[in-house]
């Protein structure tokens, strides 16, 4: 019989162990597993913290869209309503009026003009005006790829960038209804060099843009929230460009 008591004590203290052993697994085992995971998460803040302070920050910002803008220049979007209203309007002078003379050089133009739409921008800064040859579109309508236009041989000679300080005086035909932009500036030569260009991009930000920027022309100008009402087809708009008309 004690030789049976001992081995029931044993049994039992056998199986007490197992069982607390058991407890303890179940419940060290998520401390640790926490403890690992805590651990690992702060090793990898540590890595990501310093591979941002020695790797991702200095290295510098490529020539993209997106730095572009943190620079603060505005290109503005292009537009190609001029190009087609021209290309439309010689068609209905060959097809409709018979007018050869005056269809043909409207379409070839308004070919040209979509031609120059795809290609040319007016990009602001808060010091210059430069006008930049892009290849493909955007929604803001520069790409990554972007250069110089060149040398503007047909109006002064030089390259295609402006200070605002050098502009004397600008005009806009017509507000609400963009056709041509005019401006002249000193910086090409000191008696002054005139600029025209088609408005090929969109009218209303581009006269934004010369509003802010380019300061007060000889004629005045009305401000940007009256674009609208300046158009041709309303009221306003009809009078306003009646009377830049003299009719």
Same mark, same amino acid.
């Given at each position: 019989f004690k030789m049976v008591g001992c081995a029931t004590k044993c049994a039992l203290l056998a199986a007490t162990t197992v069982a607390m052993a058991g407890h303890a697994t179940a419940f060290t085992s998520p401390a640790i597993g926490a403890l690992a995971r805590a651990g690992l998460g702060a090793s990898?803040?540590?890595?990501?913290?310093?591979?941002?302070?020695?790797? *991702?920050?200095?290295?510098? $910002?490529?020539?993209?869209? +997106?730095?572009?803008? @943190?620079?603060?220049? %505005?290109?503005?979007?292009?537009d190609y309503r001029l190009a087609l209203g021209a290309i439309g309007l010689g068609i209905f002078f060959n097809q409709d009026l018979h007018v050869g003379t005056l269809g043909w050089p409207l379409v070839i133009l308004g070919s040209f003009l979509v031609f120059q739409t795809t290609q040319i921008r007016f990009r602001f800064t808060d010091s210059d005006l430069?006008?930049?040859?892009?290849?493909?579109?955007?929604?803001?309508?520069?790409?990554?790829?972007?250069?110089? *236009?060149?040398?503007?041989? $047909?109006?002064?000679?030089? +390259?295609?960038?402006? @200070?605002?300080?050098? %502009?004397?005086?600008?005009?806009?035909?017509?507000p609400g209804f963009p056709i041509l932009v005019y401006f002249k500036e000193t910086q090409t030569k000191p008696e002054g060099q005139i600029h025209f260009f088609p408005i090929i991009m969109d009218g209303k930000q581009l006269y934004e843009q010369m509003t802010e920027k380019m300061g007060k022309s000889v004629n005045p100008k009305i401000p940007v929230a009256e674009w609208d009402d300046a158009k041709p087809l309303t009221p306003k708009g009809f009078k306003t460009i009646k009377d830049k008309l003299n009719l």
């Amino acid at each position: 019989f004690k030789m049976v008591g001992c081995a029931t004590k044993c049994a039992l203290l056998a199986a007490t162990t197992v069982a607390m052993a058991g407890h303890a697994t179940a419940f060290t085992s998520p401390a640790i597993g926490a403890l690992a995971r805590a651990g690992l998460g702060a090793s990898n803040s540590a890595i990501s913290k310093q591979s941002l302070s020695g790797v *991702s920050l200095a290295r510098p $910002l490529r020539n993209t869209a +997106a730095a572009r803008v @943190s620079m603060k220049e %505005v290109a503005v979007t292009p537009d190609y309503r001029l190009a087609l209203g021209a290309i439309g309007l010689g068609i209905f002078f060959n097809q409709d009026l018979h007018v050869g003379t005056l269809g043909w050089p409207l379409v070839i133009l308004g070919s040209f003009l979509v031609f120059q739409t795809t290609q040319i921008r007016f990009r602001f800064t808060d010091s210059d005006l430069e006008v930049v040859r892009v290849e493909g579109l955007t929604e803001q309508g520069l790409t990554d790829s972007v250069d110089s *236009s060149g040398e503007n041989m $047909l109006q002064g000679g030089g +390259a295609n960038k402006w @200070s605002f300080s050098s %502009v004397t005086n600008w005009e806009f035909w017509f507000p609400g209804f963009p056709i041509l932009v005019y401006f002249k500036e000193t910086q090409t030569k000191p008696e002054g060099q005139i600029h025209f260009f088609p408005i090929i991009m969109d009218g209303k930000q581009l006269y934004e843009q010369m509003t802010e920027k380019m300061g007060k022309s000889v004629n005045p100008k009305i401000p940007v929230a009256e674009w609208d009402d300046a158009k041709p087809l309303t009221p306003k708009g009809f009078k306003t460009i009646k009377d830049k008309l003299n009719l």
